[in-house]
């Protein structure tokens, strides 16, 4: 070999080694960075709405193709069965009861509600702010609309979205009264304030492009900070009625209106997750899609479907907490799985802090627990059971696969909708029947007395502090 093509092989070795070592380097500042995370939650979303979860009409693909990419979930719960509770449970990892965040008076913050999110609770924003993330909230909040509960003051960076449920500030001289509004509802029926930050940019808000303006909003915040880690919160404010979608969307589902809005939400996904690829950021974000509760089964076709699950939106029935869930991690979580573990909204707190290696706080009890065995298929679920609570009372219990219903209650607008108690406690096999039909309290005393053990070990360590819900906003009553 001549010397010219020694010189042209040893320019060559040392281009390969230093493409080598860019490719390491590279891959060790990946490995440094800590995980982004993108919650994106629905409102009143039933546990059979999605196509991945059964539904044969409305069609899902991109929610869909999130599944087949990532983990679904098929027995995953929410806090509450209605929307604040749910929120603070999300948002705090801990049990509505805990913050003072429910109420058997009020089930949810209104818009003449004095209280809030209290301040020295940590938010899922403060634990990862306080390990350098930059935070965003671009949806529905519906933690108290006074200043000092807003998101920016409860540890996000920005704010985009309406304070609260979209049927709120209803304009009763404007439009058909009553029900009637919402069968064909429009924009000027309810005087909700679009905010940003704090302050209020339109009022009544345009809900026809909500959905497409939450996702624009949120696709921004992450190209602004691709460089950094994020958390990115898109609570959807639909489909909770009054149902709205875009122009694009108007009659593209053989589901009706509801169909359409849905498919709008599961558009505004596709275009997240296509975002994270553009950004060559799907790698190093865990994206999580769930909702607050159940579908309002008393609007009709204007509500969804808990498919073969029991009854819907504020019951304690599986249809009311149980929620069609996925994760979405490429890399790291393997795609198409399917999990029977049980997981609940307020696990996604202790799973992303401690996922950013920050400490889940130890001055409180925190309810939520770290997911990860599940998402990386390397163990059993750190959750065994599931509380269900009904504003301040704890109605069921969920202990492995058995549920015991101490109290039942059917959801709203159901004729006298009266709250029976139960002794001995209903007792159900979900494993064996997730509809909630065949009670075997008769044939398990001790699984019953399990469950009791349970619930006492837990009330020792519950001290309720006043309910933020029932605070009246200044010179508004009640």
Not at 154 to 179: A, E, H
Not at 224 to 251: C, Q, T
Request: charged letters at 20%; hydrophobic letters at 35%; one cysteine or more.
């Amino acid at each position: 070999m001549n010397k010219a093509s020694v010189r042209l092989t040893t320019s060559m070795l040392i281009l390969a080694g230093m493409a080598l070592m860019s490719l390491l380097i590279s891959a060790a500042n990946g490995a440094e960075r800590r995980p982004n995370f993108v919650i994106i939650y629905a409102d009143d979303l039933g546990y059979g709405d999605l196509g991945c979860f059964g539904h044969p009409t409305i069609r899902t693909p991109h929610l869909d193709r999130m599944a087949g990419e990532g983990l679904r979930f098929t027995q995953f719960y929410s806090a509450s069965p209605v929307c604040t509770p749910s929120r603070a449970a999300l948002m705090t990892g801990r049990l509505p009861i805990r913050s003072g965040m429910c109420s058997d008076k009020r089930r949810v913050l209104f818009p003449n509600s004095g209280g809030g999110i209290p301040a020295d609770e940590v938010t899922l924003a403060e634990a990862l702010k306080a390990q350098g993330y930059a935070t965003g909230c671009f949806g529905k909040w519906h933690l108290g609309h006074l200043p000092q509960f807003l998101p920016t003051n409860n540890g996000f960076d920005t704010y985009y979205g309406i304070p609260y449920s979209n049927d709120m500030d209803r304009l009763n001289d404007v439009g058909p009264q009553g029900r009637a509004a919402f069968w064909a509802p429009k924009i000027e029926y309810w005087n909700v304030p679009l905010m940003r930050g704090t302050e209020i940019i339109e009022r009544p808000a345009d809900q026809t492009t909500i959905t497409r303006r939450y996702t624009d909003q949120a696709i921004e915040f992450m190209h602004s900070h691709k460089d950094e880690p994020f958390l990115v919160y898109l609570p959807h404010s639909m489909v909770h009625i009054p149902l709205f979608r875009s122009d694009e969307f108007a009659g593209k589902s053989a589901r009706g209106l509801y169909g359409d809005c849905l498919e709008e939400v599961d558009w505004s996904v596709g275009q997240v997750l296509q975002a994270l690829r553009d950004l060559q950021l799907d790698e190093q974000t865990l994206v999580f899609f769930s909702s607050d509760n159940g579908p309002w089964l008393s609007y009709n076709e204007q509500g969804g479907s808990a498919g073969l699950l029991k009854d819907g939106k504020g019951t304690t029935f599986e249809g009311g907490m149980r929620e069609p869930t996925i994760a979405w991690w490429p890399g790291h979580i393997e795609p198409g799985r399917v999990t029977q573990e049980l997981g609940s909204t307020m696990d996604i707190f202790t799973t992303c802090v401690t996922l950013a290696g920050g400490d889940v706080p130890a001055d409180r009890v925190i309810d939520g627990v770290d997911l990860s065995p599940v998402l990386f298929d390397a163990g059993p679920s750190n959750r065994k059971s599931v509380l269900y609570y009904r504003g301040t009372q704890l109605m069921a219990v969920r202990l492995g696969p058995w549920k015991a219903h101490y109290f039942t209650q059917t959801s709203y607008r159901k004729e006298g909708n009266p709250r029976e108690a139960h002794d001995p406690p209903l007792l159900y096999h979900l494993d064996h029947d997730p509809s909630e039909r065949f009670n075997l309290n008769e044939d398990h005393p001790e699984v019953l007395a399990q469950i009791d053990a349970l619930v006492a070990e837990h009330r020792q360590h519950l001290d309720p502090p006043r309910s933020q819900l029932e605070i009246p906003l200044a010179g508004a009553g009640d």
